[in-house]
């Protein structure tokens, strides 16, 4: 079947240590996106990639990393520098800039700093 | 002010009542717009695309008003399971097709 997805569901890190989380497509999307969600709050946008080779920052990058070298991964990387990184990260893909169409969301990573 | 702006709730109604929620946005570009639907602890899944001319889907129904920027999304003779948080998407050609959130809106249906 295709889709996309996340892993692994759930993560524990020490304070200090870099972690990444893994998202696969198989849905042949050009753009993919990284998102954090907060207890309560809306999706805050991470880092955003139209195309292989190439991402964008988005909104609150700061404390984070990709890459983009397979269209099918976008992996992220939450670093030490990330102050507050206990949230939820969903991974989602979406046809691109030029199809307007509708992103597809993976399950889902919930982070926990320990 | 933010790109997209939803009345956060909680709408709390009961069963068979009528709720509609409205999303505004900022940006004139904006060309595609979405209602997502998120369940607690879950990732958010498409409800239903808002096209210029208003579209329904069962209980569903979206509108969009590109004059005043607000889309809207109406529902029918509300269900328990229709307790959840609905999301607003955006998205605007000039970003470079990035997909933009509101902050959700939470609906709790009542027996």
Redesign the interface.
Known sequence: DGGITQSPKYLFRKEGQNVTLSCEQNLNHD?M?W?RQDPG???R?IY?S?IVNDF?K?DIAEGYSVSREKKESFPLTVTSAQKNPTA?Y?C?S?I???G?????????TRLTVV | RKEVEQDPGPFNVPEGATVAFNCTYSNSASQSFFWYRQDCRKEPKLLMSVYSSGNEDGRFTAQLNRASQYISLLIRDSKLSDSATYLCVVICKNQGGKLIFGQGTELSVKP
Do not use: H, I, K, V
């Open positions: 753009a996106y998102y709050q809306g999706l946008l955003y139209q964008q988005g939820f969903l989602a979406s691109g800039q030029f307007n169409t509708e992103a597809f969301f993976g399950q889902g």
